[in-house]
């Protein structure tokens, strides 16, 4: 039995359509193998979103609650969270969701109807890859500025800056699989605008006195780059390795209906 019932929108009944699901405006049934492969991209793209913001909440919450279980000052006030939230993460993880439409999607099976959004595979793909990497990276920083018992800015500013340029880092690899790195050019602009705007907390004097930061060294803003670069080539293995693994998952499929 089918999901859902779809009516021809010319030459069906009033019956029929107000019955329906789907109405066919042009009563052509090949319109509906376009409007499933749009359907299927929203939904990752979602997925995609999810994975991102919660990823970020989530390491966020956890350098907050390390900070403050080993007694060292928060590394991100109230202020900065903000800042994260709303112009860091905001139009990167907006951007995620006009990732250009994968072809390889209707070479998938459909999923089941009580699946959940994030499936195991990529909650352990958020945690291993975005938040595991956000929160050890931001935590070495951290530790490796920490110099004395005392918290300075700097070294609060270089941990508020690592966060930022981690988490832009994630943004971009949480884009499709197989979308290019300048494929989704609205990600590309949001994340270089992200990135520039995190330098404003850093070196224009009246916001530095409204985050509570310090102007860093080239010494300090080349450690959080190379930093940032590792991240990178890191994620990008990963999704190196989960495109093999769905290229063998997606054979594997076809052979199995062919047979």
């Known amino acids: ?9 010319k030459s069906g009944t009033d019956v029929a359509k107000e019955a329906a699901d789907a109405i066919l405006v042009d009563d052509n049934f090949s319109t509906i193998s376009p409007a499933v492969e749009e359907g299927k991209s929203i939904f990752h793209n979602i997925q995609n979103f999810l994975s991102f913001q919660l990823s970020t909440a ?9 900070s403050t279980l080993f007694g060292f000052s928060n590394p991100l006030n109230a202020m900065k969270i903000l800042f994260i939230n709303i112009l860091m993460d905001g139009p990167p993880s907006q951007s995620l969701g006009v990732d250009p439409v ?13 699946e959940p959004i994030i499936t195991k595979r990529r909650f352990l793909r958020s945690f291993l890859s975005g938040y595991h990497r956000i929160v050890c990276g931001t935590s070495f920083i951290y530790t490796t500025a920490l110099g004395d018992d005392h918290v300075s800015r700097r070294e609060q500013t270089m941990t508020f800056t690592c966060f930022v340029f981690l988490d832009l880092v994630s943004a971009v ?31 224009v004097p009246f916001m530095q006195a409204i985050f509570q930061t310090d102007a860093l060294g080239w010494k300090d803003i080349l450690t959080i780059l190379l930093m940032a670069a590792t991240s990178f080539v890191l994620h990008e ?11 063998d998952e997606t054979y594997a499929n076809v052979a199995e209906e062919m047979a």
Do not use: H, W
């Open 58 to 66: 989530a390491a966020a919450l956890t350098l907050i609650t390390l």
């Open 1 to 9: 039995m089918a999901d859902i019932g779809v009516s021809m929108g």
């Open 237 to 247: 293995g990963r999704r190196r390795f989960e495109r093999g693994v769905q290229s």
């Open 173 to 203: 690899q949480n884009r499709g699989l197989r979308c290019g790195l300048v494929q989704n050019k609205m990600l590309v602009t949001t994340v270089s605008m992200s990135f520039l705007v995190q330098l404003a907390p850093v070196y």
């Open 102 to 114: 994968d072809p390889a999607f209707m070479r998938k099976p459909p999923r089941k109807k009580n």
